[in-house]
């Protein structure tokens, strides 16, 4: 059973608008929460981190926290075609030594 | 800076085969490395983790073996390859509670 899950798998959005990423984990036991983004044929690489309650924003991107549902979302603003990627959802438990992923969310932004 | 090295670039072998797949990381001592696989279109997966030399720790079987024989170098392995074993190889390194690093992976296609 996958313990991280996204929604929805894929995402099409024009350029310009809001792009929404929802994730949920179903293991208690993980307590932090990364957004990757990957293009086609190259390695992750880390967009956001959240590990406590709220709300983070840097620049474009919010991340929102809720950790009694361990569910997290994305939110991409004034979405750029460079931004359509794989989008990946990690969770880790506090010893950190394994990271699970979801299978991702694939946003396409038409110009 | 910490880099990370992976190699080959890509791989193609024969099913029965066997394989090495090489990572090495500079400018950090002692690190956490993982083993991450991706299928093509599928989700990444953790396979390994080490926390020091000598010791490593499978997450999930894929009839792979992993070796931590310098504090640096992290060699995934097999003997004989199956059909099923395609896909992008990943190394990464957790700078912790920041995020996991990855390197620039190996595309292993069986054949």
């Known amino acids: 059973q996958q313990k991280v899950q996204q929604s929805p798998e894929s995402l099409i959005v024009p350029e310009g608008g809001m792009a929404s990423l929802n994730c949920t984990s179903s293991?208690?036991?993980?307590?932090y929460f990364w957004w990757y983004r990957q293009h086609s044929g190259k390695s992750p690489k880390m967009l956001m981190?959240?590990?406590?309650?709220g709300e983070k924003e840097e620049g474009r991107f919010t991340v929102h926290l809720n950790k009694a549902s361990l569910h997290t979302s994305l939110h991409i603003r004034d979405s750029q075609p460079s931004d359509s990627a794989l989008y990946l959802c990690?969770?880790?438990?506090?010893?950190?030594?394994?990271?699970?992923f979801g299978s991702g969310t694939k946003l396409t932004v038409e110009p | 800076a910490q880099t990370i090295h992976q190699w080959p670039v890509a791989e193609i072998k024969a099913v029965g085969s066997p394989l090495s797949l090489g990572c090495t990381i500079k400018?950090?001592?002692?690190?956490?490395l993982y083993w991450y696989w991706q299928a093509t279109g599928g989700t990444l997966q953790q396979l390994f983790y080490s926390i020091t030399v000598g010791q490593v720790e499978s997450v999930v079987q894929l009839n792979l073996s992993a070796s931590r024989p310098k504090d640096d170098q992290f060699i995934l392995s097999t003997e004989k390859l199956l059909l099923s074993h395609s896909g992008f190889y990943l190394c990464?390194?957790?700078?912790?509670?920041?995020?996991?690093?990855f390197g620039k992976g190996t595309r292993l296609t069986v054949v």
């Open positions: 981190s959240i590990f406590s309650n």
């Open positions: 990464a390194w957790p700078d912790k509670n920041t995020e996991v690093f």
């Open positions: 400018g950090k001592s002692s690190p956490n």
């Open positions: 293991d208690r036991n993980v307590d």
């Open positions: 990690a969770a880790s438990p506090p010893n950190y030594n394994v990271l699970y």
